[in-house]
């Protein structure tokens, strides 16, 4: 494949007018740039190089580069680049790891982005997303799912058409349209979260501010214990378990104020409204104060972190596959991990409604003056746990496949 390489300034302006294979590209020398291809042609201008490529084509620029793509055929992988990055149309997979501002008009296929140093703007992604440790986010429609965790800024959704989950953003989130479920979990910012057609599933405390969140199914709130929070629920079904000081109920309402605090939130439902604390188990159970019982006994097993190991395991093999294979690699990965948090949270749920009868059935033997046994529900857990883990292992040495792997953590749960 030939090689050709051209010195410019530590920040040279890339423009790639087609690229009608894979396009790789990576950080190399501070004041050259190397071009690697079957087939290119590659002019020198002012500010730096115009590429125009009819086969697979590999770029080493500096890492000031700013970049700008017209039309890529087949995947596209940036990395190390900290320049301003500008991508028209992209018919394959899009790989970008610790980029500079990234603007994006159209995707194809699926994103994989991580480590990103400033925004994100795209118009259309035609594929799954999934985003880790990035700033602001900006996007106007996602045809499948989308994931984003570590965002250091807001998030703005116009529509989604598969599942949305968010998990530990610090600034505000605004979803328009979400056309199935949304998880949100530690949000830092003002929350405006309208026209989910699913179920909107909410956990960890909100900052001082008015928030909102409607959907057309369900909204299940897990509140941390004592954290403030006036609250105004309206569905056809509500079911409140928090401990609320004042309490209004309605028909088809409930208002309602825990502590004092800034924080307001609004919940407006078609389908129920569920509202509990994040933990389950009362203190005393935990912890065998107030009972003369010599038993510690948590019914929850250890089984709500599950999701929380399976996410960081599948991570890091994702990483791994991006590292060493490319995109092709880092899409089953990702798909894998989607489905395997989606199983783990399957299993959470199910742990819980398990945890609720054990705490109900134990309380019924201690009043007959004898406690109940944990061991085996916690050796089943560790067990499950274990074998959890050892399926997404195995999908990494390339063993099973992803959705085989998927029919074995579903099969774990039954």
């Not at 090689?3 to 950080?27: H, M, N, W």
């Not at 799912?145 to 800024?153: E, F, K, P, T, V």
């Not at 916690?378 to 399926?391: F, N, V, Y």
Request: hydrophobic share 40%; aromatic share 4%.
């Amino acid at each position: 494949m030939p090689e050709e390489q051209y010195f410019t300034g530590k920040a040279p302006a890339i423009e790639i007018s087609q690229c009608q294979g894979d396009l790789v590209i990576r950080s190399g020398m501070e004041t050259a740039v190397t071009v690697k291809g079957g087939d290119f042609t590659a002019v020198e201008t002012e500010t730096g190089l115009t590429i125009n490529s009819l086969s697979d084509l590999k770029l080493n620029l500096p890492p000031q580069a700013s970049l700008a793509i017209q039309h890529v055929n087949g995947d596209l992988v940036i990395k190390n680049i900290t320049g301003d990055i500008s991508l028209h149309e992209i018919n394959g997979d899009v790989v970008l790891v610790n980029v500079g501002a990234v603007k994006i008009s159209a995707i194809n296929s699926d994103l994989s982005a991580k480590n990103l140093q400033a925004g994100l703007s795209i118009e259309t992604i035609r594929g799954d997303a999934a985003i880790r440790n990035a700033n602001e986010i900006a996007i106007q429609t996602v045809q499948g799912d989308l994931s984003a965790r570590n965002i250091n800024g807001p998030v703005h959704l116009m529509n989604v058409s598969g599942d949305i989950g968010l998990r530990t953003v610090n600034g505000d989130v605004t979803i328009e349209q979400g056309q199935r479920d949304a998880n949100l979990r530690n949000l830092g910012g003002i929350n405006n979260v309208t026209g989910i057609v699913g179920d909107i599933r909410l956990r960890g405390g909100l900052a001082a501010g008015e928030h909102i969140f409607a959907a057309e199914r369900d909204i299940i709130v897990r509140w941390p214990a004592g954290a403030p929070l006036d609250f105004s629920a309206t569905a056809p079904k509500i079911v409140n378990r928090l401990t609320v000081d004042k309490v209004v109920e309605g028909e088809n309402s409930l208002t309602g104020r825990i502590g004092d605090g800034d924080t307001a939130a609004t919940f407006k439902a078609n389908g129920r409204i569920i509202l509990k604390e994040s933990n389950i188990v009362d203190p005393k159970w935990e912890s065998g104060e107030g009972d003369d019982m010599d038993f510690d006994f948590d019914f929850n097993f250890g089984l709500g972190n599950i999701g929380m190991e399976i996410s960081s395991q599948i991570n890091e093999q994702f990483n791994r596959f991006t590292e060493q294979f490319g995109s092709k690699f880092a899409r089953k990965a990702e798909e894998a991990a989607r489905k395997a948090e989606q199983a783990a949270e399957r299993a959470r749920q199910r742990a819980e409604r398990q945890g609720q009868y054990a705490q109900q059935r134990t309380r019924q033997r201690a009043s007959r003056s004898y406690g109940p046994t944990a061991k085996s529900a916690q050796k089943a857990a560790t067990a499950s746990k274990e074998e959890q883990l050892k399926i997404l292992r195995m999908v990494e040495k390339g063993i099973i496949t992803p959705a085989e792997a998927t029919t074995l953590l579903d099969a774990l749960e039954t």
